[in-house]
C-alpha cells in the first residue's frame, strides 16, 4: 500500500463507523466547498483544501519523505522526536502513524467539534443549545492550541526523511462505535455492569492488568444507569457546561475517555454517573481496527507510543 492509500483507508473507516449519515458528511462537504468557492482568491491561498474531501481535519497526512509501497509501520498513540529517531534507528520503517494530532491537524482540531452537537441532539439536547455550548467550547480550544509550537516533530520528521501521518477522528469514531455497541448488546442496569461490559474489550483487558483501567469517577457502582451516553468521540472534551443539559435530557450515565477535575465537579452537580474508561487503551481500540486491516494488505505493525495494540482479527 501507498501513504495515500493508508490515509484513504483511515478516513473510509472513520466515516463507515461515524454515528452521522453518510449523507449528512456530504452536506456538509459540500457546503464547506460552496463556502470555498465564494472565497477571494487571497483568502482561499491559506484554505486547507484537504478539509473538501475530508471530514476529520485532524486525520491528515503530515509528511511524505518518500512516495514509496508501504511494508512497515511504526504506530503509537503520541509520537514526538524520540519516536521518530526509534524509527530511524530500526531502520527498516517506511511510515510512522501517530493518533494523536500535530501541526495544522492540531491546529484545526476544533473544527471536528462540531459532531459532538449531534451526537447531543440524538441523546435529546436541542440542537440550538448543543451548538450553541460547543461553539463555546470549539473557539476556546482554538485559542489554546494557536501560541503552541505545533509543527516541531513535523520539522523533525522532514530532517530525518521520514514518512509521517496522523489519525486522530477517524479513528475515534471507530472507538465510539466499539464501545457503544457493546454496551448496547449487554442493556446494563447498573454501572457497575458497564464496568464488566468494558473489562472483556481487549483494550481495556490490557490496561486493568497495567492498573489503568477503566474507572467510575462519579456515581457508585449499585446506581441505576438511567439513558447511557458513550462520548469518546469529537476531538476532546465538550464544555463543562453541558453535564447538566444531559441531565435535563435524561441521561444518567456518561461513558467517555477522560474527564478533567472541572468536568467532575459539573457531572456531580448534575447527579450523573460518570464512567471513564481511560484515554490511551480507549485510542487504542479505533487505531487497532484500522491496523487490522493494514495488517490484512501484508502491512507489519511495530507498536509504540502507548499503543495497546489488540488484534480482531487473529
Known sequence: MKIQEIYNLAIQKGIEADFRPKTQLEK??????????????????????ESLLNPYSDTRILHIAKDQEIQKVLVGIDIDVGELLLAKELGDIDLVISHHPMGRALGDMHEVMDLQADKLRDAGVPIHVGESLMKERMAEISRVFNPRNLWRTIDAAKLLNINLMCVHTAADNITAKVVEDAIKAKNPERVEDIMEVLKIIGEFE???????????????????????FVGMTGGTEPSAKVFEKMSHAGIGTVVDMHVSEEHKKEAEASHLNIVVTNHIPSDSIGMNVILDDLEEQGVSIVPCGGLFRFSRTK
Open 28 to 49: 456538509d462537504l459540500e457546503r464547506k466547498r460552496q463556502k470555498f468557492e465564494k472565497l477571494a482568491e487571497k483568502e482561499k491561498e491559506g484554505f486547507d483544501r
Open 206 to 228: 490490557q490496561a486493568i492488568s497495567l492498573g489503568v483501567g477503566p474507572r467510575i469517577f462519579v456515581g457508585n457502582p449499585e446506581n441505576r444507569t438511567g439513558k447511557i
